[in-house]
């Protein structure tokens, strides 16, 4: 997955009803907890070879165990076709 240039609001407007009033309002929640940190639009293919958009709150570097690192995402939010997932990453320490 890569971090996009495209706009977090206008993703989620552009999205069909059903699915964007339930993403604008998670988004309204996660928003100001996220407050400070950079909401941005992460695309491409995710774990188990789906493709993916999801509005990404917050910036993090890992370390992979081969010692590579990944840049990613604190909170991220994901419309799928059945459910919303709202992903959570976290690490002890300032890493």
Do not use: C
């Not at 509005?55 to 604190?74: E, P, T």
């Amino acid at each position: 997955m890569i971090k996009t240039s495209r706009d977090p609001s206008t993703y989620l407007g552009s999205l069909l009803n059903g699915v964007r009033e339930p993403m604008e309002e998670l988004d309204r929640l996660i928003a100001p907890i996220m407050n400070g940190h950079p909401r941005t639009v992460w695309e491409g293919k995710f774990w188990g070879g789906t493709d993916q958009v999801i509005v990404a709150y917050g910036d993090l570097a890992m370390v992979q165990s081969r010692g590579r690192r990944v840049d990613w995402f604190m909170v991220g939010l994901a419309a799928q076709r059945n459910y919303f997932s709202v992903y959570i990453n976290a690490v002890e320490g300032s890493e």
